[in-house]
């Protein structure tokens, strides 16, 4: 872990962490990895957030859930992401059920949206999303436009508030830190 910002801190995925993570896979206890090392940090930190791959069948993704108490889901405005939500729905009941009582979707967040008419496939998605009966109610008021901000921020290696504090993408995620925030409290 590195100091990125007054108290501010990352673990930062890397290529030995992707080695490490198909060595994980092999142990019987991997669930419990980060909720064990993390026992007594209370103290010490108010939020861990856990950026994990795509993949919820992951190692580090169900290790990252177990220890968790909410997971919030980026969900690309596509039919495959839409399919993909109900398979990583059931796996946090299972972590729910089997590891972590305390674990629940705290919600859906929509990432590369555009609400340009242009796309308005983005706008059926939504609503699609909004009508379900098990995902409308995760699906939360803030989403990320797409905006070429982000990807020069990783080009750089810098964050967005180092980067391009201006941006779309910057007043994007400000607001959804925001409505995390307001959700946890509730």
Not at 78 to 86: D, P, R, S, T
Not at 88 to 96: F, G, N, Q, T
Not at 157 to 185: G, H
């Amino acid at each position: 872990m590195q100091p990125v910002g007054e108290r501010l801190w990352l673990a930062q995925a890397s290529e030995p962490l992707a080695a490490a993570e198909k060595i994980l896979g092999a142990d019987i206890a991997y669930p419990m990895l980060f909720r064990n090392n993390l026992d007594g940090l209370d103290s010490l930190v108010d939020y861990i957030i856990f950026d994990t791959s795509p993949s919820p069948n992951s190692p580090l993704a169900l290790a990252a859930m177990t220890a968790s108490t909410r997971v919030y889901v980026p969900v690309q405005p596509e039919y495959f992401a839409f399919e993909g939500l109900q398979s990583l729905l059931d796996i946090v009941e299972r972590i729910r059920k089997n590891y972590s009582p305390q674990l629940r979707v705290g919600g859906l967040f929509l990432t590369k949206y555009a609400r340009s008419y242009r796309r308005s496939l983005h706008h059926e998605f939504v609503d699609m999303m909004k009508e379900h009966e098990q995902l409308g109610p995760l699906v939360m008021q803030t989403s990320i436009r797409e905006n070429v901000a982000i990807a020069e921020a990783q080009v750089q290696r810098k964050s967005l508030y180092e980067w391009a504090p201006t941006s779309n993408a910057f007043q994007d995620y400000e607001a959804l830190t925001k409505e995390i925030m307001v959700s946890l409290s509730a």
